[in-house]
């Protein structure tokens, strides 16, 4: 879901949502929140990493909740992450006035079979330099080995591995 935190008299919007199409892509149904209430809402998936959405209303919409539904199916791998990246280019009250507002980008993480994400030692969800110093301490026995952190499926979890994992941590993967 997409949210509107806090919002303080919005009457219209218009957003884009970029993200990597090799990871992820929009899938079923793009649907207005339950901020909106009965106000016009559009939203068109049309071109790959991006999705634009607009809503519209004669009086603003005050408070927090959903302003979009956007289903997303996993294309990519196991351990492959895309940032979901908001733009706002319109936005503006009833009379006119634009309101200042901040965004808050998104992300997806595709995860294994088991709901492991590949590389992800401290089972937090996400890739972090900690997850890659973890395989290479594994690779050098001071811990115990967990094959979710054996990137490159050789059945072992070596340097190669450390290395995979710090190249996604820095998006050079």
Do not use: H, K
Not at 146 to 161: K, P
């Amino acid at each position: 879901p997409v949210y509107l935190l806090r919002s303080d008299n919005v009457a219209n919007i218009n957003f884009e949502i970029t993200y990597d199409a090799n990871v992820a892509v929009p899938d079923g149904d793009l649907v207005a929140g339950n901020l909106l209430g009965g106000r016009l809402f559009s939203a068109n998936p049309g071109d790959p990493g991006i999705v634009r959405v607009g809503f519209s209303g004669t009086d603003g919409v005050f408070g927090t909740g959903t302003v979009a539904w956007i289903p997303f199916r996993a294309v990519g791998q196991p351990g492959q992450r895309t940032v979901l990246s908001v733009t706002v280019s319109t936005i503006n009250e009833p009379n006119g006035a634009e309101p200042a507002i901040d965004r808050i980008n998104g992300a997806i993480m595709i995860v294994d079979a088991n709901g492991l994400t590949p590389g992800d030692c401290d089972g937090n969800g996400y890739l972090t330099e900690y997850d890659a110093f973890c395989a290479l301490q594994m690779s050098v026995q001071l811990r115990p080995v967990q094959l979710t952190l054996d990137i490159d499926n050789d059945g072992a979890v070596t340097s190669r591995d450390a290395t995979i994992i710090l190249q996604r941590v820095t998006g050079r993967a």
